[in-house]
């Protein structure tokens, strides 16, 4: 028999090895795969609410300003200038007090506050974007000194408590996500493996006898191999097609909220064969009666 050949048989005997083991224990495997897919799912949330966040924050990058009133009889020109040339200023544009009260009008109860107060109270001002890379707080506080020292420059604002409170959330929640998806995926290893593990003790009988007619380890090794990986790789697809349902019944509609990409949904499937073929390739080293060297 050619190699080709007999590397072809070795896979289907391991195919239909794993599949006898997973009718011998049906409960014992059911409930595993049940297990792996919730953690893989409950990763797969983690996963999409981290991604939707950092989608937030890039959105709520682009919006941050700073803004700078301007006084009276300020020569906005010359301000712009000044503000251009500051570190960290990626986009400046002014705002005259018509302008200004034009935005402030679009709300019909405001506009009628405006009609009884006679006159514009609203000052010219500059709108200051902030490139990315400036965007922590030491560095906002930074350019908003700089800022308030510029010649015709009354008053700055850019929302300074709302803005850390912000990240500070954002960088918590990633910090947890981190956690559990850690957690998750330890727990997923010990339920493959203790699954490997009582799979090997009901077929020990087995491994004996083929040891006996000289079998090598790697052939005895392969069904549980199998198993492990398929395990795995059944609980990441139905945990990513779960995830998917969900998000179709829960958020299809809603703006802003999308899907995982196509590249996480494939890490956790990938995930999944990894942690299946992992705790099984451990499992049988631990438990099939041999010495390893």
Known sequence: ??????????????????????????????????????????????????????????????????????????????????????????????????????????????????????????????????????LA???????????????????VRYGRQWLSQFFKVIELLRKISFALGITLLVGVLFIITNTIRLTVYLNSDKIVIMRLVG????????PYLVQGISQGLLGGVLAVSLLKLGFFLLFEEQVGITFLPLSLS???IVLGIALGGGASFAAVRKFLPATFN
């Open 137 to 155: 707080e030491s560095k906002m506080d930074q350019l908003v000194r700089q800022v308030e020292r510029v010649p015709g420059v009354e008053e």
């Open 1 to 134: 028999m050619s190699w080709r050949a007999r590397l072809i048989s070795d896979w289907l005997y391991f195919f239909s090895e794993a599949a006898l083991n997973f009718r011998r224990g049906k409960a014992t495997h059911f409930l595993s795969l049940l297990t792996i897919t919730v953690a893989l799912a409950i990763l797969g949330i983690f996963l999409s609410i981290t991604f939707n966040l950092n989608n937030l924050v890039r959105k709520m990058e682009n919006d941050i300003e700073v803004t700078a009133f301007l006084e009276e009889k300020a020569d906005y020109q010359l301000v712009q200038e000044k503000i251009r040339g500051l570190t960290g200023v990626d986009q400046v544009s002014f705002v005259s007090k018509e302008a200004a009260l034009e935005e402030f009008t679009a709300d019909e109860e405001l506009k009628e506050l405006i009609d009884i107060i006679g006159v514009n109270p609203l000052p010219a001002s500059v709108r200051i974007k902030v490139s990315r890379d400036d």
């Open 266 to 268: 494939f890490i956790i």
């Open 215 to 222: 079998a090598t380890e790697n052939f005895i090794r392969g």
